[in-house]
């Protein structure tokens, strides 16, 4: 009996995660959206909807460290729910950070339109995938996408220092620009950040699916067949 009540728990905290994480994805691409088409109300949406976001957070936290203490879980049982207390937290922080690219598209829509010194859409795309996928990673238990998600990072790491040298340069052609110039290197740290947290939850996966840390393990990304779960204890 014991067993089956843990299981609905798992099933429901499974549940509550992916709810946060559409809400979370949602937030993201509506900020990437208000960036791309200078939308100011659909920015400011996103920055009103941190507050759910930010609630739906702490009930799963908190409804985790129930199922903790109610069932003391082992094996497998335990791995899901600490997967899923920092998957919760990485989710958490990815819609803090979309509420701040919201607050520079706020600003960005009340000062006169440049021409930007690097292709934010480009970074923006990679990004908004990355989450995608490591949310997807999770539903399916799927290590191939989840080591997709931990090869892109780089990828967008490269685009945000280069993107750095060409918003430097600009500032220097068009010094009269510089507030509106290091808005842009702002929203491409938080977009670089964003992509940060979605590896931490690709990493989650796979330390869930191998049944160890593979966090600062991992040197090379290649997709690679899914251990199978070891049985309960």
Do not use: S, Y
């Given at each position: 009996m014991m067993t089956t009540h843990l299981e609905?728990?798992?099933a429901r905290l499974k549940k509550l995660l992916l709810y946060l994480g559409a809400n979370v994805e949602e937030s993201l691409l509506r900020a990437i959206s208000a960036l791309t088409d200078r939308d100011e109300q659909q920015a400011v949406a996103v920055i009103q909807h941190d507050i759910e976001i930010d609630r739906l957070e702490v009930e799963l936290e908190e409804e985790c460290l129930k199922t903790l203490a109610l069932y003391q879980p082992v094996a497998r049982d335990l791995r899901l729910i600490v997967a899923?207390?920092?998957?919760n937290n990485d989710l958490e922080r990815i819609a803090d950070l979309s509420a701040n690219i919201a607050e520079r598209v706020v600003f960005l829509c009340r000062r006169e339109p440049i021409a930007v010194p690097f292709d934010v859409a480009e970074m923006a795309r990679h990004v908004r995938l990355m989450v995608k996928k490591c949310l997807d990673a999770f539903v399916r238990l799927d290590s191939d996408l989840a080591y997709e998600v931990c090869a892109t990072d780089?990828?967008?790491?490269?685009i945000n220092r280069e993107m750095y040298g060409k918003v430097t340069q600009a500032i220097q052609e068009n010094p009269e620009r510089l507030e509106?110039?290091?808005?842009y290197i702002s929203i491409s740290r938080y977009l670089e950040r964003v992509a940060?947290?979605?590896t931490n939850i690709a990493e989650d996966v796979l330390g869930l699916l191998e049944g160890e840390i593979v966090r600062h393990r991992l040197e090379e990304f290649e997709p690679k067949k899914t251990k199978p779960m070891p049985d309960k204890e």
């Open positions: 609905i728990e798992l899923t207390l920092k998957i780089d990828h967008v790491d490269q509106t110039l290091i808005n940060d947290h979605a």
